[in-house]
């Protein structure tokens, strides 16, 4: 489709990506850092970017969410001088 597309009907689809143009506004507050200039946002801006981030956390795979809380845990086990099978109890209460 993008060979058969004419410059004049790109540089319209192009035109709404201005910063300034409700498109471009959207995706500065996506993409804002900044605590204190998120603070500062409207409450359209803020529900942009809540929004982006709903959409954005859906995404993720499975094994990518498996992979990071292993990590995270293998951090706070050794943080906590905690053995990987110390802490772990069965359904009798007692530690396995």
Do not use: C, F
């Not at 319209?12 to 959207?26: E, F, H, T």
């Not at 709903?54 to 951090?75: H, I, M, N």
């Amino acid at each position: 489709m993008q060979q058969r597309l004419r410059y004049r009907d790109w540089s319209a689809l192009v035109a709404g990506l201005r910063p300034d143009s409700p498109l471009g506004l959207a995706v500065a507050a996506r993409m804002e850092r900044d605590s204190r200039a998120v603070a500062r946002m409207s409450p359209w801006q803020r529900r942009q970017r809540s929004r982006w981030a709903s959409r954005k956390a859906a995404v993720k795979d499975p094994d990518s969410a498996r992979q990071q809380l292993e990590t995270l845990q293998g951090a706070l086990r050794r943080m906590y001088g905690q053995k990987k099978s110390e802490g772990r109890r069965n359904k009798n209460g007692t530690d396995q």
